[in-house]
């Protein structure tokens, strides 16, 4: 199994950053997957951005050139720092990782951005 913490969220004003971690309860290095979805109120989940075990990276075109996924092995930790932020990103950001065949999802992080 996999426990999944997320922080960064909160309020920002539109064209602002913030960075989102999520600290896993287990090296991210074994995690097949590991990424970021989000969602908006009346709306579906949807993928923001993915990195596999290997370093390979996808992002939603929606955040691509403002968004980066990266990763701390020696802190089993998974960030998103996202810059240039809009009102349309305003979602519950939730860190996501496959292991052994089982998904895993943290309990989500608030994130808020005013126009």
């Known amino acids: 199994q996999v426990q999944l913490v997320e922080s960064g969220g909160g309020l920002v004003q539109t064209g602002g950053s913030l960075r989102l971690s999520c600290a896993a309860s287990r090296s991210i290095f074994s995690i097949s997957t590991i990424g970021w979805y989000r969602q908006a109120p009346g709306k579906q989940r949807e993928l923001v951005a993915g990195?596999?075990?290997?370093?390979?990276?996808n992002y939603a075109d929606s955040v691509k050139g403002r968004f980066t996924i990266s990763r701390d092995i020696t802190k089993n930790t998974m960030y998103l720092q996202m810059n240039s932020l809009k009102p349309e990103d305003t979602a519950v950001y939730y860190c996501?990782?496959?292991?052994?065949?089982?998904?895993?999802w943290g309990q989500g992080t608030q994130v808020t951005v005013s126009s």
């Open positions: 990195i596999t075990s290997f370093g390979r990276l």
């Open positions: 996501h990782a496959v292991f052994d065949g089982g998904d895993y």
